[in-house]
């Protein structure tokens, strides 16, 4: 088991912080401008309470700080891998994409839909509560109350159509995987190269007295 250091520790708090601020400025980037063109642009939206929209804008900003955090925080400590377990992520790593590249259109538009799955929905749900919201709002003879209800009511149904949607596509694409799902030998590759690494320590260390006292 390898110790990790004071340095990789500070190193991956450090990697951490930064993806954290830039999930910060890049959704911010994206979210204040955003909600102030609805403000200026849309009736309904100037309408509603300020602690709502500040809501909406710290929902669409925490996740991306999450996210970038925890990228940035993995990426460093791939970036440090070593010995066997490195040498098995990039034979891992090789296979994705020799397996990647052997796939149709279909089938990547499929496996990216699969992997990607709840950002999906999620954004399907913010583009149809922004379609929703644009057509109600033009509607003259229903209250704000009435064409919020509205808009949640066809950002719900489409949400649902979209769930449905993605547990088939998930479904189809756990049989295909089940039906070609090769053994996984890594294992076996892993100890192969710990024992090797073992037995290149032991003769560097057989050989170093040898090396210190020549005859």
């Known amino acids: 088991m390898k110790i990790v250091s004071q340095e990789e520790i500070d190193g991956h708090t450090n990697a951490t912080i930064r ?13 204040i401008p955003g909600s102030l063109l609805l403000n200026r642009r849309w009736a309904s939206y100037r309408a509603l309470p300020l602690p709502l929209k500040v809501m909406g804008t710290v929902m669409m900003i ?5 996210i970038q955090a925890e990228r940035r925080g993995l990426a460093f400590d791939r970036a440090h891998w070593t010995g066997a377990g490195k040498l098995e992520l990039d034979r891992e ?3 994705e994409e ?21 950002s999906i929905i999620l954004g399907s749900w913010v583009l149809s509560m922004a379609v929703a919201g644009s057509i109600i709002s033009k509607d003259r003879h229903q209250t704000l109350p009435q064409k919020i209800v509205q808009v949640r009511m ?3 149904g489409l949400t649902i159509g ?22 996984d030998h890594s294992w076996q590759a892993l100890l192969a190269e710990q024992a ?19 005859l």
């Open 196 to 214: 090797r690494e073992k037995e290149e320590a032991r003769r560097a260390h057989s050989n170093a007295p040898n090396l210190s006292h020549p």
């Open 62 to 66: 925490a996740p991306c700080i999450s």
């Open 98 to 118: 020799a397996r990647w590249g052997a796939l149709t259109t279909k089938a990547k538009i499929g496996d990216w839909a699969t992997r990607h799955q709840y």
């Open 154 to 156: 066809w950002a719900q």
């Open 162 to 183: 979209v769930l449905i949607g993605a547990g088939i596509l998930t479904h189809n694409q756990r049989q295909a995987a089940l039906q070609r799902r090769p053994v």
């Open 19 to 31: 993806g954290a601020a830039e999930g910060a400025l890049l959704s911010a980037a994206v979210a």
């Open 93 to 95: 790593a090789a296979e």
